[in-house]
T-cell receptor, first 111, second 115 residues
């Protein structure tokens, strides 16, 4: 079973920041938080990952709470092309890297 | 550079027939994964290969499913005596290592329809 909980759907206005929450209250010390997204009819795409510090790359920012029990993916300026299912995944070295996907959050970016 | 490729992109087969699905990972990636995505089950892990180590087959749903990876590169997923519940999109991914600290790059998938 997935170790994360996400809202099933969210809307965001184009150009605004999209903030996608994820709960992972049972995360263990050596497990990373990964975010992937899946645009319709395509394979999943890696976005970002983190352990305990906040991370930023060209696609997004990842904010992880101090207790590591939850995180937020931030898309700073959402575009229509960001409409996708976003998956928050917890995975550690003991899991051979395999990803256990939950149901994810369907983000609809609206003009 | 080239990404992960999969073939065929679509496969329609009759119930009871065997099928082979192919995955070409990114050159130099030592870890290779198979997943499948069906309407009722979402995305689920099937099998994992890392270098010359024994594969992690813990996600294979039945003994009708098998996979091999030849020469540490190309992988083939074989489904014997296909059933209608095998209909799904089969996705392959590769990563630089299998430690879980590196992102996985996914192919476009093979859509399998069993009639």
């Amino acid at each position: 079973d997935a170790k994360t909980t996400q809202p099933p759907s969210m809307d965001c206005a184009e150009g605004r920041a999209a903030n996608l929450p994820c709960n992972h209250s049972t995360i263990s010390g050596n497990e990373y938080v990964y975010w992937y997204r899946q645009i319709h009819s395509q394979g999943p795409q890696y976005i970002i990952h983190g352990l305990k510090n906040n991370e930023t790359n060209e696609m997004a920012s990842l904010i992880i709470t101090e207790d590591r029990k939850s995180s937020t993916l931030i898309l700073p300026h959402a575009t229509l092309r960001d409409t996708a299912v976003y998956y928050c995944i917890v995975s550690g070295s003991g899991n051979t890297g395999k990803l256990i996907f939950g149901q994810g959050t369907t983000l609809q970016v609206k003009p | 550079g080239a990404g992960v490729s999969q073939s065929p992109s679509n496969k329609v087969t009759e119930k009871g027939k065997d099928v082979e699905l192919r995955c070409d990972p990114i050159s130099g990636h030592t870890a290779l994964y198979w997943y499948r995505q069906s309407l009722g089950q979402g995305l689920e892990f099937l099998i994992y290969f890392q270098g010359n180590s024994a594969p992690d087959k813990s996600g294979l749903p039945s003994d009708r499913f098998s996979a091999e990876r030849t020469g540490g590169s190309v992988s083939t997923l074989t489904i014997q005596r296909t059933q209608q519940e095998d209909s799904a999109v089969y996705l392959c991914a590769s990563s630089a290592t299998g430690t879980g600290y590196y992102e996985q790059y996914f192919g476009p998938g093979t859509r399998l329809t069993v009639t």
